[in-house]
């Protein structure tokens, strides 16, 4: 099995560009989530989703947007990329947290920002 | 707002010995979830141990088990028997409308 996919895995952006990281997963996990995580520091949610269609605001939600259209997939867009944002990015998906299963995490994406 | 708090960065154990992290957490859900989450230098996240609000009995798995204060928003992990393979960064984590992380605790294990 597959598990969470993330792509890619480095990459190096300008100031001002734009980019979208790609998250899939195949375990049909209803809910996915994004994260940053800054070095020594915590996981701070961007955006989740708790099924097709339905996506919510994290705690640091500005610069970054997404969408839902499949269960499998979840992506994540920076516009106007600036220096704050670079960070490893983190994708997860799990099913709802009544049941008792752990949350899948991708690889992570290193994303500089220069 | 849904918050989660660990107060120390850093601790440090004695291979066999019982070491506790300590979480505190702010939530406004009656219906929640705690984890304690370890991530080694490899960066992959692996799950030690959950709590269901609901349940008054702390959990347990093998060496890690929990103390969960439900009244007093606090969520601490003990790890007995120490081992060189627990030297990780261990995350407190609570779901309730949100998956939120702690700062994370960095532990390391004297040989």
Redesign the interface.
């Known amino acids: 099995n597959a598990g969470v996919t993330q792509t890619p895995k480095f990459r190096i952006l300008k100031i001002g560009q734009s980019m979208t990281l790609q998250c899939t997963q195949d375990m049909n996990h209803n809910y996915m989530y994004w994260y940053r995580q800054d070095p020594g520091m915590g996981l701070k949610l961007i955006y989740y989703s708790v099924g097709a269609g339905i996506t919510d605001k994290g705690e640091v939600p500005n610069g970054y947007n997404v969408s839902r259209s499949t269960t499998e997939d979840f992506p994540l867009r920076l516009e106007l990329a600036a220096p704050s944002q670079t960070s490893v990015y983190f994708c997860a998906s799990s099913y709802p947290r009544t049941v008792n299963s752990p949350l899948h995490f991708g690889n992570g994406t290193r994303l500089t920002v220069t | 707002a849904q918050t989660v708090t660990?107060s120390q960065p850093e601790m440090s154990v004695q291979e066999a010995e019982t070491v506790t992290l300590s979480c505190t957490y702010d939530t406004s859900e009656s219906d929640?979830?705690l984890f304690w989450?370890k991530q080694p230098p490899s960066?992959?996240?692996i799950?030690v141990i959950?709590q269901e609000a609901y349940k008054q009995q702390n959990a347990t798995e093998n060496r890690f088990s929990v103390n969960f204060q439900k009244a007093a928003k606090s969520f601490s992990l003990k790890i007995s028997d120490s081992q060189l393979g627990d030297a990780a960064m261990y995350?407190c984590v609570n779901?309730g409308g949100?998956?939120?992380?702690?700062?994370?605790t960095?532990l390391s294990v004297k040989p």
Not at chain 2, 98 to 104: H, V
């Open positions: 660990q929640y979830y989450y960066r992959q996240m799950l959950r995350f779901q949100k998956l939120i992380f702690g700062q994370g960095e």
